[in-house]
């Protein structure tokens, strides 16, 4: 063959004779090679068509008509010999080396005009033409390509021909390595996996919203059960606020089938996710010993994690239990700082108007009491005052009207039903009507648009007739600027007015323009005395106004205790508190299960009348989730926590639990202490009554038949409703004493000589039982005469002239320590 010619025409048929000598010819060179090198890996022949293996990197190469293989090439003509010579067309030759043991790195020759996409051609691994490069344009399936291509593949790796007509010569290989190609795979499909997740994701964002706005837009129990159980789908999807919820009503037993193990496993997988909502219910069911071993120590460390990443409710818990050292030591200044940063959050988050009401609910008074509704309103009698409302009594509709823009007492806030029943009073005239018509329109809301112009307008109407309420709101509107220039003179004027006829937002906002310095000099004490004035109506905000005073000593004495009482109050009204109403109607629906846990969840955020219904559960023995040997012990931890708080019947239930032995040892001694507690402190007649008998008949405490005659006409004069058990232990008190006073006389025998058949008959025994039944009958029936003397009235609706407030608990009740003019509304 002829190998004369250019050079840069001829390489590329050149650089194939070269590899066709190369394979067919040993020399010795090779010889050499092979000996030195007999310990290198067999070179094997890819040409398999059926193979997709890779070629080793360690053998020669082609590339763009190169050899790069550490073997001489034949000499060509016009090139240098090895002996430096110059061959006769004038090019210089390349030297010849000799072969090392390793051959060393190849040089790369500079490009030349010309060759520069010819270069850039790859070389191709495995398939039916391994090392060999790319042909392009090559001819496949009769369609010409300029570039690697995945067509006719399944596996998307891109190939080539290494021959113009793929079809004919069958000649190709892989363009990348395998290990780039699953390289590459592996992020594609990575890829592909993360917008897959995205798009899951969103859809179930979408679901989760739609299902949300459902189940609050809806009243219906069975349309909620619907719901939930779409929610559940999308929780499955890996949705943590559906996994969230899901979990808390796999709980609480909402709409759902309590599961408390499900709900633990969702909450522990949630909180190894960081979930401070999750760690803050894991650190509750430890608390409890929900679905696991109580441990206080564990509950600690995910309350205190729920607290660090924001949840308010772990906060709130933290705060009590270093208000009352539960499981940690006492620490006024810690409870003070978790509960200050609770109430800036529940403050933020209320209107001027007060915010809406909390309902408190005893269950035990229920039970007791059968006749007293707790503040509920029945369903006949809200029907009734709507009866009356429709045929035009405006206090009914304006009563009705306030009920449901702020909520309570059984009825659920409905701003649309507010604003009828105010519309129709202030059409007939009633200056309150329009007063809070005014106040619609100024904080506006979901059905009403927010409009300072129309609210002005009634504020204005409301006022010129002396209204309080209306007065109140054109102070705010100069306070703040709305639909009006600023004025603080004016502003102070309508809040003066507005105060004097005991509006409460009057007082609030005087006492903030005097604690501010806003149109009048500073003056802490006037601030100080309205925000008392405001808080005996009930207004969270002046609560926590006062709490900021006590707390950093700014009118008062600084007083920590105080701050943590007051600050405590602002926390209970926070929306965590609907949860209160919704225990009350599961337990009025028979779940008892369900009640007991979410009263349990109140009752650790150191909600008073929460851990009194659960101890009052726990001490019918109606609850299933605790075996029978816990009922008793937890009631009293419960009982324990009320009676800390002030509460006057848990601290009797102390006294019973201890003197019948229920849940602990039998202790007289310790019983006698808190039926002591109870009359001194909290002037209990139940517990007076108690302390007699247990004076009467010496246990835990001297025997002192006197002592137990006073103590009894303490009862009788704390209480009219002792004054029958009174009478008939002062009966038996007088009996036992003339029995006493007859054996200190030595007349046992005189009355063992009386033979009572004689003097009475055979049946004297008939007759005595006659009487004391007449007796008790005559008692009864005057008894009930008081009762039915006067006709029940329906509980009357809300003073229109009264902020919402809570309900009002017994006046047995502990209040916060503030300053005699600062006296709080009774929680």
């Not at 840069?8 to 010819?25: D, G, N, Y």
């Not at 997988?269 to 696991?292: R, V």
């Not at 707390?551 to 405590?568: D, I, N, P, Q, Y």
């Not at 019983?671 to 517990?687: F, G, M, P, T, W």
Request: charged share 25%.
């Amino acid at each position: 063959m002829d190998f004369k010619g250019s050079f840069k025409t001829s390489r590329m048929v050149l650089s194939l004779v070269v590899l066709l000598i190369f394979f067919s010819h040993g020399t010795a060179a090779d010889e050499e090679l092979q000996g030195n090198h007999d310990h290198a890996p067999e070179l094997k022949s890819y040409h398999d068509p059926n193979s997709e293996e890779e070629e080793d990197p360690v053998a020669s190469r082609i590339v763009a008509g190169m050899v790069t293989s550490p073997r001489e090439a034949p000499q060509r003509e016009g090139e240098r010999r090895p002996d430096g010579g110059v061959q006769e067309d004038g090019q210089e030759g390349e030297e010849k080396e000799d072969l090392p043991t390793q051959p060393p790195p190849v040089e790369e020759r500079p490009k030349e005009k010309g060759e520069r996409e010819f270069l850039q051609v790859p070389v191709v691994n495995g398939g039916t033409a391994n090392r060999e490069p790319c042909l392009f344009p090559f001819l496949f399936l009769g369609k010409e390509y300029s570039d690697c291509t995945t067509d006719g593949r399944g596996d998307e790796r891109l190939w080539c021909a290494t021959t113009y007509d793929y079809d004919r010569d069958k000649r190709w290989g892989f363009c990348e390595s395998k290990s780039a190609w699953a390289f590459q795979t592996s992020r594609k499909l990575k890829t592909e996996e993360q917008a897959e997740q995205r798009h899951v994701a969103e859809e179930a964002e979408k679901d989760y919203q739609t299902a949300l706005r459902m189940i609050n837009g809806t009243n219906r129990k069975s349309q909620k059960k619907e719901l939930y159980e779409k929610l559940v789908k999308v929780a499955w999807k890996g949705h943590h606020k559906a996994m969230e919820k899901v979990a808390y009503a796999m709980l609480f037993g909402d709409y759902m089938t309590q599961n408390i193990p499900k709900a633990k496993e969702l909450f522990e997988k949630l909180a190894l996710e960081g979930s401070p909502k999750a760690q803050m219910a894991l650190g509750f069911l430890y608390a409890a010993g929900l679905g696991m071993n109580s441990s206080q120590a564990k509950a600690l460390v995910y309350y205190t994690f729920g607290a660090l990443g924001g949840n308010l409710v772990a906060h709130m818990i933290l705060g009590y239990r270093y208000w009352g050292g539960v499981g940690v030591p006492q620490s006024c200044e810690s409870a003070l700082t978790h509960y200050r940063l609770v109430a800036n959050h529940v403050a933020s988050d209320v209107s001027l108007t007060g915010g809406s009401a909390v309902q408190r609910v005893r269950l035990l008074d229920e039970v007791e009491n059968p006749g007293s509704t707790s503040g509920m309103l029945e369903e006949d009698l809200i029907q009734y005052y709507q009866f009356l409302a429709e045929k035009g009594d405006v206090q009914a509709q304006v009563g009705l009207g306030q009920l449901h823009l702020y909520g309570g007492r059984g009825v659920e806030q409905n701003h649309q039903r507010a604003y009828d029943y105010f519309n129709q009073a202030a059409n007939a005239g009633n200056t309150h009507a329009m007063a809070f018509l005014g106040k619609m329109y100024s904080d506006g809301s979901e059905y009403l648009s927010q409009n300072n112009e129309t609210a002005l307008q009634y504020f204005k109407k409301a006022s010129d007739l002396g209204n309080p309420v209306g007065q109140s709101g054109l102070g705010m509107a100069y306070l703040y600027g709305r639909g009006v220039p600023v004025n603080y003179e004016l502003a102070l004027k309508y809040f003066q007015k507005a105060a004097e006829q005991g509006w409460v937002d009057g007082q609030l906002q005087l006492g903030t323009m005097y604690y501010n310095g806003i149109g009048v000099k500073c003056d802490y004490k006037q601030a100080l005395k309205f925000f008392n004035l405001a808080s005996q109506a009930g207004h969270i905000l002046a609560f926590y106004n006062l709490a900021q005073m006590h707390a950093t000593g700014t009118g008062v004495m600084r007083s920590c205790h105080t701050a943590v009482e007051l600050f405590k109050n602002v926390c209970e009204r926070g929306r965590w508190s609907e949860r209160l109403m919704a225990a009350y109607r599961s337990f009025k629906d028979g779940d008892m299960d369900g009640s007991l846990v979410q009263y349990l969840l109140l009752a650790e955020q150191g909600y008073e009348v929460a851990q009194s219904n659960v101890a009052f559960i726990l001490d019918q023995t109606e609850a299933r989730i605790f075996s029978e040997n816990e009922t008793y012990p937890r009631a009293l931890l419960h009982w324990t926590r009320a009676a800390a708080q002030g509460y006057t019947v848990a601290r009797i239930k102390l006294g019973d639990y201890h003197f019948y032995g229920y849940g602990t040892d039998v202790d007289y001694e310790t019983a006698v202490i808190h039926y002591r507690l109870a009359s001194e402190q909290q002037h209990s007649a139940q517990a007076m009554f108690n302390l007699g008998y247990m004076h009467e008949k010496g246990l835990g405490i001297k025997q002192d038949i006197h002592l137990a005659k006073r103590f009894y006409d303490m009862a009788a004069e704390a209480s009219p409703d002792a004054q029958v058990p009174v009478f008939l232990a002062l009966c038996k008190l007088g009996l036992v004493y003339t029995l006493q006073y007859m054996h200190d006389l030595n007349m046992t025998e005189l009355v063992s000589q009386v033979d009572l058949d004689q003097l009475l008959g055979p049946e004297w025994d008939l007759y005595l039982m006659t009487v004391i039944a007449l007796l008790l009958g005559t008692i009864i029936a005057y008894r009930q005469r008081q009762h039915q003397a006067v006709p029940p009235r329906p509980p009357p609706l809300p003073a229109p002239d009264r902020p919402p407030q809570e309900q009002p608990q017994p006046e047995d009740q502990v209040q916060p320590e503030v300053p005699p003019q600062a006296e709080e509304e009774q929680q």
